[in-house]
């Protein structure tokens, strides 16, 4: 399963971190942080972006949905559209947990939502340390981090954690190139008798540049 996500959405990270500068892994470990590996994408939202002022980043078209959730507060008395009987609850740290219901943002592909996330950091002067660090992943995850975009206290050993695991898991190959579709094949010519095993390697240029 895991495999078969960083396969799907490499490309979209790539791309972001082609247009912005955000490394594609930090991207894709973000998206994999959100979705639990693809499992709970609803809307092609790949990194609950609530609907906040409204503004698009570059690919929201003004679609929202209503999405329950977990939020981490210093008070208790903090504001949301539906707060789940029985919270907020008093955690170890002395913050406050909430499990809500919230207005999120839905796209009309994933590319959208990579494209409007990635809009969202590059444009936010608080997260503008993170940027000199564009080639350092775990680097820029940390400035990401301390700058305040998650409320979950684990949140940088998490997103550190999947960094490695997805570094993993990308091709070589893919590190320097993207996804797109090529038809160029990988041997000049065939010899009869080895057509299946061309038509293979074809089928895999497909896939991968």
Not at 132 to 152: K, L, P, R, S
């Amino acid at each position: 399963m895991k495999q078969q996500f960083v396969q799907t959405y490499y490309p979209y990270a790539k791309e972001a971190e082609q247009r912005t500068g955000i490394p594609a892994l930090f991207g894709l470990a973000q998206c994999a942080l959100e979705t639990g590996w693809g499992k709970t994408i609803k809307g092609n939202m790949l990194f609950g972006m609530k609907v906040g002022s409204g503004r698009n980043y570059g690919g929201w078209q003004g679609d929202k949905q209503l999405i329950k959730t977990t939020e981490y507060s210093s008070i208790s008395t903090k504001w949301f559209p539906v707060i789940l009987s029985g919270f907020p609850v008093q955690i170890a740290s002395g913050k406050w947990k909430y499990r809500i219901l919230d207005n999120f943002r839905a796209y009309v592909s994933p590319l959208h939502s990579f494209i409007d996330w990635a809009g969202l950091l590059k444009s936010n002067a608080r997260y503008r340390s993170a940027f000199q660090h564009t080639t350092n992943t775990h680097q820029f995850a940390n400035e990401i981090a301390n700058a305040g975009y998650a409320t979950d206290p684990n949140y940088a050993y998490k997103i550190s954690q999947l960094i490695f695991e997805i570094e993993a898991l990308v091709p070589v190959s893919s590190k320097k190139r993207s996804f797109k579709n090529t038809k160029k094949p990988l041997i000049a010519f065939v010899t009869i008798g080895a057509t299946l095993i061309t038509l293979a390697i074809l089928k895999l240029t497909d896939v991968w540049k």
